[in-house]
């Protein structure tokens, strides 16, 4: 399309206009001094008009084109990798979680976190089972979702893996979802556990702490 702003406007007062002017003059009554002025108004107006439709036609194409250009998403610059995979419960543990039911603390421990990698890279490719998450029905790997033969009740674990377990137990009873009065109560319960004289005035004293905190946990 030719671009209407660099046409040369066509002498209307020629000869060749004549017999438009005449026609122009007998149907509006004008004088004859005004039909080549109205002549070159409505060819400037339909020329301004060709030139907008042409400027908003590339306009469009131009968008168009940018649309289907490839473009790079974006990144933090201030974002980190960390340098140690985060351990993780089995699915079986962490749907005890979002249930709000009991579940031991050995499948948070070091341990018990282990024992849920190996599970994931020894399940068979077509073994899977129904299974709610986050109020929806998800199809994962059978054996993910069953109690571990490994699994440890809580007054069998080391004081020390106790203490490990616990926090992240709490990490994620907080990422299922507990209230936040339940999540406060627990840690203050397990910080009381940790502190509490009878580890430092008996040689029993973890163990009995272990077998008080099993009982009140499976409570």
Not at 43 to 64: S, V
Not at 79 to 85: F, G, N
Not at 114 to 123: E, F, N, R, Y
């Given at each position: 399309?030719?671009?209407?702003?660099?046409?040369?406007?066509?002498?209307?007062?020629?000869?060749?206009?004549?017999?438009?002017?005449?026609?122009?003059?007998?149907?509006?009554?004008?004088?004859?001094?005004?039909?080549?002025?109205?002549?070159?108004?409505?060819?400037?107006?339909?020329?301004?008009?060709?030139?907008?439709?042409?400027?908003?036609?590339?306009?469009?194409?131009?968008?168009?084109?940018?649309?289907?250009?490839?473009?790079?998403?974006?990144?933090?610059?201030?974002?980190?990798?960390?340098?140690?995979?985060?351990?993780?419960?089995?699915?079986?543990?962490?749907?005890?979680?979002?249930?709000?039911?009991?579940?031991?603390?050995?499948?948070?421990?070091?341990?018990?976190?282990?024992?849920?990698?190996?599970?994931?890279?020894?399940?068979?490719?077509?073994?899977?089972?129904?299974?709610?998450?986050?109020?929806?029905?998800?199809?994962?790997?059978?054996?993910?979702?069953?109690?571990?033969?490994a699994a440890l009740p809580d007054?069998?674990?080391?004081?020390?893996?106790?203490?490990?377990?616990?926090?992240?137990?709490?990490?994620?009873?907080?990422?299922?979802?507990?209230?936040?009065?339940?999540?406060?109560?627990?840690?203050?319960?397990?910080?009381?556990?940790?502190?509490?004289?009878?580890?430092?005035?008996?040689?029993?004293?973890?163990?009995?702490?272990l077998h008080y905190a099993s009982?009140?946990?499976?409570?």
């Amino acid at each position: 399309m030719a671009d209407p702003s660099l046409e040369v406007c066509p002498d209307f007062a020629g000869d060749l206009y004549a017999s438009i002017r005449e026609d122009l003059i007998a149907a509006t009554g004008a004088n004859k001094a005004r039909p080549e002025a109205e002549i070159e108004w409505a060819c400037t107006a339909q020329d301004e008009e060709e030139r907008l439709a042409k400027e908003a036609e590339a306009e469009k194409e131009h968008l168009d084109a940018e649309k289907k250009k490839p473009k790079m998403k974006g990144f933090s610059a201030t974002a980190t990798v960390s340098d140690a995979i985060a351990p993780r419960p089995s699915q079986y543990a962490i749907q005890k979680l979002n249930n709000f039911e009991y579940v031991e603390l050995w499948y948070f421990s070091p341990e018990g976190c282990k024992d849920a990698m190996k599970l994931l890279l020894s399940i068979s490719d077509d073994m899977f089972s129904l299974a709610r998450l986050d109020n929806q029905l998800t199809i994962c790997p059978a054996p993910a979702f069953k109690a571990s033969k490994a699994a440890l009740p809580d007054h069998e674990l080391s004081f020390s893996t106790f203490l490990h377990a616990k926090n992240l137990f709490l990490t994620h009873a907080s990422t299922a979802k507990w209230p936040q009065t339940h999540l406060d109560a627990l840690a203050l319960f397990f910080w009381h556990l940790e502190n509490h004289a009878i580890r430092n005035n008996s040689e029993l004293g973890d163990i009995v702490i272990l077998h008080y905190a099993s009982c009140c946990l499976v409570t």
